[in-house]
């Protein structure tokens, strides 16, 4: 049996005030002609399948078309919610639903949601464990001794599975999974304080395959079997440097003696997004060039747009098996952070880079050396002999290190008439003194 693993869809989020929708779309349809070219019988989602617990009408719009052309493929769904979703309205139609062969699990009321699928070799069971705090656990064990300890929690809420050993077992999970008191690799904007909600992953030790959701990044966690898919797109910049993929696990035979996981064998297969996120280093000048060379490589019907990543050095994060699709991508138009390399701001700088690069979401400035290795100056000049113009450019020189140049001069300068202008008008637009 084949089986495609996948989490943290986090359908309807927006990046830096940008709706990911298309892209999740496109990836989505991505995702399902990979199940279609391998011969995919099961589809596993472990959690956060929307981004916010009460999804936009656009977001369950995206799924529910998802869902549909699945089936349509004849494949079987099984999903589970993870902390950012809401597990009842996961959880809404599952009977009508299951019967087209997507299985949503019911909110948690003491018992795992189970679903038996057979294959040549015979039975495999997959448990739908949603994300549970302690608190969704203690009144269903009132022997147990649970407290907030979550390994404690998910410990006992498995243990009262009926699991058959002799069967091949696969539980879909959501949640933090630490191996040795070590955290999986995380995004920045994944990391908390403390570690109170870490499960040990020797609560999983009776599974053959752990499918996880809640970390973006694909990786095992103690053992290969025991794997996060990872999101299927960037949805920080902290994840830039890393590639995406989905989790392709064959399920063979179990034979009696064999090991837990034995039976499995796993693929990553890489998946290339709509737009990369990506993060650019350079000065003005740089950047609005590389942009024009992006452009102009991709308009040329030799060169493809992961070329240009290439020669002008934009790439970041795995372009891993993206060959067939990289010549459609136009890498000018991926997300970027810029970070300027310029010794002073620039004037309209993301203005600028917009027309090159129209998807570039941040800019920032690393020019700290040259703040730091800046000459002191000081004003030697009497300030009351001073106009405006030679007073603002001696602030900037002290503050910046260098004076102005002819173009910031020019705008300054323009910039002070028209303020100057306006103070001598007054409030009502006239000229002072005017009646």
Not at 28 to 50: M, N, P, T
Not at 134 to 149: A, H, L, M, T
Request: hydrophobic residues 40%; negative net charge; contains cysteine.
């Amino acid at each position: 049996m084949k089986v495609l693993h996948v989490s943290d869809l986090h359908i309807g989020k927006r990046v830096n005030g940008i709706s990911m929708l298309d892209d999740q779309h496109y990836i989505l349809r991505q995702i399902l002609d990979i199940a279609e070219k391998r011969q995919v019988s099961v589809l596993l989602i472990a959690g956060d399948v929307y981004d916010k617990a009460s999804p936009s009408a656009e977001a369950v719009t995206v799924f529910d078309a998802f869902l549909t052309d699945a089936v349509a493929a004849g494949l079987r769904v099984l999903a589970i919610p993870g902390n950012h979703d809401s597990a009842e309205r996961i959880a809404y139609a599952q009977g009508l639903l299951e019967k087209q062969g997507v299985c949503l699990p019911p909110v948690y009321a003491g018992e795992v949601e189970r679903v038996e699928l057979e294959d040549e070799h015979g039975p495999v069971e997959f448990w739908l464990l949603p994300f549970l705090k302690p608190g969704d656990v203690r009144r269903f064990f009132p022997d147990e001794e649970i407290g907030d300890d979550y390994s404690a929690a998910l410990r006992a809420v498995l243990g009262a599975c009926a699991i058959d050993q002799g069967k091949r077992n696969v539980v879909l999970s959501h949640q933090l999974v630490t191996a040795y008191g070590t955290a999986p690799d995380r995004a920045d904007d994944e990391i908390k304080l403390g570690g109170m909600d870490n499960v040990d992953v020797s609560v999983y030790d009776a599974f053959d395959y752990v499918a996880l959701g809640h970390v973006h990044r694909p990786q095992r966690v103690g053992r290969d079997t025991v794997r996060y898919s990872g999101s299927p797109l960037k949805y920080s910049f902290s994840e830039a440097r890393y590639g995406k993929s989905v989790a392709l696990v064959e399920l063979g035979e179990k034979k009696p003696g064999d090991d837990v996981g034995e039976c499995v064998s796993f693929e990553l297969i890489p998946l290339v997004p709509l737009h990369d996120v990506r993060e650019v280093r350079g000065t003005l000048a740089d950047v609005l060039a590389m942009g024009a060379a992006a452009s102009d490589s991709l308009a040329d019907a030799g060169a493809s747009a992961d070329g240009v990543c290439d020669k002008v050095a934009l790439g970041n994060g795995s372009r891993d098996g993206a060959a067939s699709v990289a010549a459609v991508r136009d890498a000018s138009q991926d997300y970027l952070h810029i970070t300027l390399s310029d010794e002073h701001p620039q004037l309209d700088a993301m203005a600028k880079i917009h027309e090159v690069f129209p998807n570039a979401m941040m800019l920032d400035y690393d020019n700290v050396t040259v703040l730091i290795d800046r000459p002191q100056t000081q004003l030697t000049a009497d300030p009351d002999s001073m106009d405006t113009l030679d007073l603002f450019s001696a602030f900037y020189e002290s503050q910046v290190g260098n004076p102005l140049d002819n173009e910031q001069r020019d705008f300054a300068r323009k910039l002070i008439a028209k303020v100057e202008d306006s103070v001598a008008k007054g409030p009502d637009g006239q000229e002072e003194g005017a009646q």
